[in-house]
């Protein structure tokens, strides 16, 4: 009798090792999540329920904390140009749960710089993009700005530009480099008072 018991035991124990080494290995070696699969099955979900919201009226400001908060949440290696158009304007599918409904009209946004723009300004964002792609590679072959060296303005120099080829032709849009890791941007900037410049 105790023989059997013995085996009984012996089974049992191996039974329960064998389970427990079976659950540690799963925890350990589980396939990792794939965040962008994840994000194509949200995106994905989130244009079904987009059909839904309504037509509202929406200011740039309130478009521009739905793209952050949107941003916040994508996964390392995602850029919030995953909502971005081909032609810059923004498929607002994507935001329609943050916003609570579709913009009436078209938003657009620099892939380069991330900012925005209404209808009337939509080829600013086109020749933004094409001009900071041109500063960086000249900055990062060139060790240099392509600007005057005395411009208070800060100007993209477009005559530098295209004459090393970086640009095949003269952007409508007078870009700016800004003091922000070489970012250009579109606004002109404010003159500096006669006292800063007398420092």
């Known amino acids: 009798m105790e023989d059997w018991v013995t085996i009984i035991f012996t089974f049992l ?16 070696y589980k396939k990792p999540v794939n965040k962008t699969t994840e994000l194509i099955n949200d995106s994905q979900l989130n244009l079904k329920e987009a059909q839904n919201y309504p037509i509202i009226d929406v200011s740039i ?22 909502i971005v158009e081909d032609d810059n304007s923004i498929d607002f599918k994507h935001l ?12 657009y946004m620099s892939k380069e710089t991330y900012d925005l723009f209404e209808e009337n300004e939509k080829k600013i964002p086109v020749e933004m993009d094409m001009v900071q792609k041109a500063v960086d590679l ?20 477009y005559y530098q530009l295209i004459q090393e080829k970086y640009l095949k032709s003269t952007p409508e849009t007078q870009f700016y480099i800004t003091e922000l890791d070489g970012l250009i941007t579109h606004i002109r900037p404010e003159k500096r008072k006669a006292q800063d410049s007398s420092h």
């Open 61 to 82: 400001d309130q478009v521009r904390k739905a793209v952050r908060q949107f941003s916040d949440k994508l996964p390392n290696g995602v850029y919030r140009t995953y």
């Open 13 to 28: 124990g191996t039974g329960i090792g064998g389970f427990t080494g079976y659950v540690i290995i799963q925890k350990y």
């Open 96 to 107: 329609a749960h943050i916003l609570n409904g579709i913009p009436s009209k078209k938003f």
């Open 138 to 157: 000249y900055v990062k072959e060139r060790k240099e700005f392509p600007m005057l060296q005395f411009d208070p303005q800060r100007r993209v120099n």
